[in-house]
T-cell receptor
Framework: SQTIHQWPATLVQPVGSPLSLECTVE??????LYWYRQAAGRGLQLLFY??????ISSEVPQNLSASRPQDRQFILSSKKLLLSDSGFYLC????????????FGQGTRLTVV | AQRVTQPEKLLSVFKGAPVELKCNYS??????LFWYVQYSRQRLQLLLR??SRESIKGFTADLNKGETSFHLKKPFAQEEDSAMYYC??????????FGQGTRLTINP
């Protein structure tokens, strides 16, 4: 069966420090991968998505970047965190075949102090 | 542009009353629409998809292309329906966007 792992679950980082959140998927190949930020009143904001290795689509210009070094690995990064980067980050995957649902990770609560 | 709008951030109804969560979308192509639900302390999960024309947990949603809407309905609300509900649209290139979400509270 397919599973998605996202870590860490919580993270407290100082302003100006780098960030690396990792998401991996097991049990499937060539998944579509997504990074979202969930904020109260703003819903689920799509940040990045990827349909293949090295293919990244950026939706919102901001202080973050994403990379997909391997088929089932999706990384969210920042060189220097801002206070406004605080939030709840969700990784998700979906299959490229037919119209199948997206499966979400447990999320990472990032607090920038 | 691909966009989903859920006009109600909060919705509160009494148990047994009908529920309707509104969703409108903007997309120039043929949309694939979904409703996702997040119960307390659980992961976001699929509730239903328009292509299946299914009823899940008593909920249904009909795609109205003329009004570009995909409202979620249930005739008789139950307390366990209290959750956060998101409408989502998958468009071209596998891009999946969500609305702002509606927090549904069912009062006893």
């Amino acid at each position: 069966s397919q599973t998605i792992h996202q870590w860490p679950a919580t993270l407290v980082q100082p302003v100006g420090s780098p960030l690396s959140l990792e998401c991996t998927v097991e049990g499937t190949s060539n998944p579509n991968l997504y990074w979202y930020r969930q904020a109260a009143g703003r819903g689920l904001q799509l940040l990045f998505y990827s349909v293949g290795i090295g293919q990244i689509s950026s939706e919102v210009p901001q202080n973050l970047s994403a990379s997909r070094p391997q088929d089932r690995q999706f990384i969210l990064s920042s060189k220097k965190l801002l206070l406004s980067d605080s939030g709840f980050y969700l990784c998700a995957w979906s299959s490229d075949s037919l119209i199948l649902e997206a499966f979400f990770g447990q999320g990472t609560r990032l607090t920038v102090v | 542009a691909q966009r989903v709008t859920q006009p109600e951030k909060l919705l509160s109804v009494f148990k047994g009353a009908p529920v309707e969560l509104k969703c409108n979308y903007s997309y120039s192509g043929s949309p694939e629409l979904f409703w996702y639900v997040q119960y307390s302390r659980q992961r976001l999960q699929l509730l239903l998809r328009h292509i299946s024309r299914e009823s899940i947990k008593g909920f249904t949603a009909d795609l109205n292309k003329g009004e570009t809407s995909f409202h979620l309905k249930k005739p008789f609300a139950q307390e366990e329906d209290s959750a956060m509900y998101y409408c989502a649209l998958k468009g071209g290139a596998q891009k999946l966007v969500f609305g702002q979400g509606t927090r549904l509270t069912i009062n006893p």
